[in-house]
């Protein structure tokens, strides 16, 4: 049996939800471009060195470029878990939420590199090889299934904290 203390305390929690959905969504984001940056910077720039941020001229520009992309990407990461400490502090850490913008952040980005940086802008290519369009598809169908997913998350989230119930409590 709920007492008027729990149902305040529901109420307060449901609040908090409401009030922070929003720092919990682009501090996810945040990170979910931190991410995906780091994971290209690291895998596609570093260990297959199949391209750099900026392949229009010298290598060694294309190494700055990457330096000052890996950059953006830390200081992106850093951002978004600043801004979750900030959250935790008073106590509107939204798991779930957050995950929502980790996934559009990174989905987006994604899909952002693959088709503005890749073709539009052509600054470089996910790989030089004479097929780049099967590495174009299979990159921007993930990009698009990670920002389905983070979209999915963001319904629901809405969803769950316009309800009245015992959502307060779930992470």
Do not use: C, P
Not at 17 to 27: G, I, V
Not at 97 to 116: H, K
């Amino acid at each position: 049996m709920k007492t008027h203390h729990d149902n305040s305390k529901n109420r307060t929690g449901l609040k908090t939800k409401q009030t922070y959905a929003s720092r919990n969504f682009w501090s996810g984001f945040l990170f979910g471009i931190g991410l995906v940056a780091f994971i290209d910077e690291t895998f596609f720039h570093q260990l297959l060195r199949w391209h750099h941020f900026y392949d229009k001229s010298t290598t060694d520009i294309g190494l700055i470029s990457d330096g000052l992309f890996h950059a953006f990407s830390w200081f992106a990461t850093i951002a978004g878990l600043f801004l979750v400490a900030d959250l935790r502090r008073r106590n509107g850490y939204w798991l779930k939420r957050w995950i929502a913008g980790v996934f559009i952040g990174a989905g987006g980005f994604q899909l952002y590199d693959g088709i503005i940086q890749h073709k539009l802008m052509r600054i470089h290519q996910i790989r030089y090889v004479d097929n780049v369009v099967t590495y174009d598809v299979i990159w921007n169908i993930i990009a698009a299934i990670i920002l389905i997913v983070g979209i999915y998350l963001v319904i629901v989230t809405r969803n769950k904290h316009q309800n009245v119930g015992d959502t307060a409590n779930e992470r």
